[in-house]
Structures are given as C-alpha cells and as structure tokens.
C-alpha cells in the first residue's frame, strides 16, 4: 500500500511498507506542524522535471518518541530509506544510534540529517550551514568578521555557536537565562574558539562591553508560544544591531515587532529551515537544491497552518 506524503506515520505503517521508489522522511515529536514534506516533496518534484528517476522520490513524515528512536533508526533501514531528518527531540539522541558521523556534526554534538550507508545511517547537522545561508540572503552579513550576540544554550544555539568560531567571527558573545546551560557551552566551546573572544552574560542585564555593529541571532525559544517575554531588551543593546531570530512560527515574535519599532533591520528563521533542508536534499542526491522553490512552499505551508 502506497501512503500519502501529507499524513502524520506512525512506525506501525511501516508493515508492509510500499513505496514506489527512495523514501525520505522527518522524524520528530511532535511533528504534524512540520513543514518539511511540502518543502522537499515540491523539491522533488523540481527534480524530477530535470531528471525523471526523481519522479518516484518521496519525503514522508513519522511521529517517533524518543524512547523509539533507537528501534526506528534500523527499522526504517531495513523498508529501504534513503535518508532520514531529524527534529525535536532527536538530534542529540541519535548519535549514538548512528554508524558514522560527519567531523563537523561530531563538533556540534547533534545531527538533524541521516543518509543511508549499506549497513546503517551517516549522520550530518546542515543547520549551521542554514544559518549562515539565511543571515547572508537575509541580512546581508557574512559570518566571517561578525561581532556575534547569540542568545540560547541549547541544540540550535550550539550549532550556531561552532559555526560561528568555524567561519571565523570576530567575537562571540553567548546570553543565556539559565548560568549553568551557560556554562555547559562554553566550555564545550573552549576548544574550538581559538583567538576569538568567546563571552557568555545574563540577558536581563547586558554587560557594557557589547559590540556596536553587530548581529543578534535568537536561538531560544521564547517566542514560540503567544504570551512568552522577549528573550532580551533590545533598547539596552550597542548601535548598528541587525536582528535573526530563528523561529519561523509565528513569523513575527515579540523580539521582531521590537526590531521593526526600533528601526532594526531583521529577518525569522524561515529562511534558515529552507537553507538547511536544502542542504540536506544535496547530500541526499548529490544534485543541487531549488532553493527558490522550497522557500515558496515553506511559506504556502506556513499559511495553510
Ligand atoms: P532547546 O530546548 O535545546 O533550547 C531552548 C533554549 O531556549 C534554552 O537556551 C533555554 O534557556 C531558552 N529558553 C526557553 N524558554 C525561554 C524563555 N522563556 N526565556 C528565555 N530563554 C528561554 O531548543 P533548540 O535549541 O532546539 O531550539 C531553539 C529555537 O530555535 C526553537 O525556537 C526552534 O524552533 C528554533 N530552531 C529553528 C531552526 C530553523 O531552521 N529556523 C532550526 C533549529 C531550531 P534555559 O537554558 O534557560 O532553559
């Protein structure tokens, strides 16, 4: 039986599993407002235009708690999977449940793509890449150079963070409500900082010693939910601010209005979902990703929600 692309899968629709040609999915919990199968199946749907073996690619959606991930990862090997997302609360977990590990996910200590190996699953992590994507098309800023606020301690703040010291910024400054989270970072990120000055402080009182002219990037998730607080003053911050947040639902968070009445420029992190997950169809196919076609989608899908 062929299952549609649109529907919410459970592990148990995995017997008998049919699909017409590789079968990608997301893997998440929850995940029914995952926008990734609209995304990648117009992707490939774009292929498949160019080359027609894409025709039978299709990227599906599996709700898996955490406690099955580990019986999921081989499961979906052996019905034939070509590759495989990882979101919330995955990232961490499964790199103990894969066989190899891309040098730059294993910095990052998270994963949020799988390709299929002969004998199990390659993990990789394309968020940092998405980022930097998105703060250049979005901002116009280059990573290299940047005087960097980063507010968060968690998975997507750590992967923002090691970008950052990998494509060379100039500073580093790590905000975080939580001092021990806070510190749990930095001294993953010690090693890898070099020269780069690499500071962490209390959001609720910035220290003076802030750069002017830099970017904040919003890693937290204060700003999911309707009446959540603004993760930081931005009146209290050096001139020159450009502002990223990294939710893209709602597609204005308090943080944004902020930025807007300030006269900030600013940008959601819709177009950091896009550039990540088009990273991962090219490690998937190998071919390029119509970047322009899954923005398009992503925001269709988005409205829809
Ligand atoms: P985690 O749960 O790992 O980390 C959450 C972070 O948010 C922690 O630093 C936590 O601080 C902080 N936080 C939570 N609530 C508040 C609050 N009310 N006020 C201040 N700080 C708060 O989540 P992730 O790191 O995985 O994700 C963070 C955000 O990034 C999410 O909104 C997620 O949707 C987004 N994201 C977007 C992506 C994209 O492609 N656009 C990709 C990945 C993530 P504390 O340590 O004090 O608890």
Request: charged letters at 15%.
């Amino acid at each position: 039986m062929e299952l549609p692309t649109t529907a919410v899968l459970t592990l148990d629709q995995l017997a008998p599993w049919s699909s017409p040609g590789p079968a990608l999915a997301v893997l998440g919990h929850p995940i029914k407002h995952s926008i990734s199968p609209a995304m990648h199946n117009a992707a490939l749907a774009d292929l498949a235009r160019r080359d027609p073996a894409y025709s039978a690619w299709k990227y599906f959606r599996f709700d898996v708690p955490p406690e099955q991930l580990a019986s999921a990862l081989p499961r979906l090997h052996a019905a034939g999977f070509h590759g495989l997302n990882l979101t919330v609360p995955h990232k961490i977990l499964a790199l103990d449940l894969v066989e190899e590990i891309d040098p730059a996910a294993l910095r990052i200590g998270a994963v949020n793509t799988l390709k299929r190996t002969a004998t199990g699953w390659r993990g990789y992590n394309t968020d940092g890449y998405g980022l930097a994507c998105a703060l250049q098309s979005e901002l116009g800023i280059p990573l290299v150079g940047a005087h960097v606020i980063l507010l968060g301690a968690g998975g997507a703040a750590r992967g923002a963070a090691v970008e950052c010291l990998r494509q060379g910024c100039a500073s580093l400054w790590i905000g975080n409500r939580t001092r021990a989270n806070l510190d749990a970072l930095l001294t993953l990120l010690r090693p890898l900082a070099g020269a780069t000055p690499v500071h962490g402080f209390d959001p609720a009182s910035p220290p003076a010693g802030l750069p002017a002219n830099a970017v904040l990037i919003n890693a937290t998730s204060a700003g999911l939910k309707p009446d959540d607080p603004t993760p930081i003053d931005l009146r209290l911050l050096p001139a020159g601010l450009k502002v990223f947040d990294m939710i893209y639902n709602p597609p204005q968070t308090p943080l944004l209005r902020t930025a807007t009445a300030l006269g900030l420029p600013s940008a959601n992190g819709l177009a950091m979902l896009v550039h990540q997950g088009a990273r991962s169809l090219e490690i998937w196919t190998g071919q390029s990703a119509p970047v322009g076609i899954m923005q398009a989608a992503a925001k269709y899908a988005l409205g829809n929600h």
